[in-house]
């Protein structure tokens, strides 16, 4: 009975949840709870007369079965119980399923507490994020953590800068939604101008001084640099110097060759006689 009167409120509800994919990780749960959430507010005064009618028509149980059956991946089947915090408590309100969710998230995505904590000593507040990039950077990071969580705190004041670090000490919010809460205030009150060109700082030494101060660094430059050329010209002297150097020529005796005996050696006496002269003239 109660489905059945809870039918009418449900087909008004599918075209807006027909808009959202299953749940998989593929966001901070927070954002797309907050989302699915929303998207069913216009509706909430019709679940109230219907709970108001008939109890237990339309209590919390049934809102979180609903976010149940949006859950896929890693994130199915929902149990009954978190088993993922201390306590094991039950899952029965959206905002027991949205703790689960965190702390899956966390265990999944992020990795275990230690780690979070450890990216989120290496983050920082950069000059292009607003309040809220920086925050959705970060929240992921807060899995778990406790909202008083001084430590943590520090942290962040830590990721400021300038004059955004010295207004959140001034304000010192007590707790981490405080300190987003206060971070977008002092965004929206002195949102950094990109656009701006930046302020030269003027010298503090007067303008004769710093002229003189130019003129000889120009001319220490322009000494080193003419030093520099010389040298370079001297090498490429030197190279072709080497390169057109004529070789010494070398001398080189000919080979004497012995000349023919003489026509009128006719005996055995004659041969050996030109040749022992021959001998001792050489």
């Known amino acids: ?66 976010l149940k059956s949006m859950m896929g991946g890693k994130y199915v089947p929902v149990l009954a119980n978190n088993n993922l915090e201390v306590g094991n408590p039950a899952i029965n309100s959206p905002d027991t399923l949205q703790a689960w969710m965190r702390a899956k998230y966390q265990q999944e995505i992020v990795g275990n507490q230690q780690s979070a904590i450890q990216r989120l000593t290496q983050e920082k507040y950069q000059l292009y994020d607003t309040s809220d990039t920086y925050e959705t950077r970060v ?26 670090y010295t207004w959140m000490r001034i304000a010192n919010p007590a707790g981490i939604n405080a300190f ?53 010209r001297k090498e490429v002297q030197s190279s072709k110097a080497q390169k057109t150097q004529t070789p010494v020529p070398q001398t080189v005796e000919p080979v004497r060759q012995p000349r023919a005996p003489l026509s009128n050696l006719n005996t055995k006496k004659d041969y050996e006689t030109y040749y022992l002269a021959k001998h001792i003239n050489d």
């Not at 010298?203 to 004769?208: D, E, H, N, Y």
Request: glycine share 4%; net charge negative; proline share 8%.
């Open 1 to 66: 009975m109660a489905d059945a009167r809870r039918l009418p409120l449900l087909k008004l509800m599918a075209p807006a949840f027909a808009k959202f994919p299953p749940y998989t990780g593929q966001e901070p749960p927070d954002d797309y709870l907050n989302k699915v959430i929303q998207s069913w507010a216009y509706l909430e005064g019709h679940m109230t007369v219907l709970e108001n009618a008939n109890a237990g028509n339309f209590v919390n149980t049934v809102k979180c079965n609903i």
């Open 180 to 232: 987003f809460t206060e971070l977008k205030k002092i965004w929206l009150e002195h949102a950094p101008n990109l656009n701006e060109a930046p302020i030269i700082p003027q010298s503090v030494f007067p303008i004769s001084d710093t002229q003189k101060m130019i003129n000889e660094t120009l001319a220490k430059q322009k000494s080193n640099y003419d030093a520099e050329i010389e040298k370079l």
């Open 139 to 164: 929240r992921p990071l807060l899995l778990g953590v406790a909202d008083n969580d001084m430590q943590v705190i520090g942290f962040f004041k830590s990721h400021l800068m300038g004059n955004f």
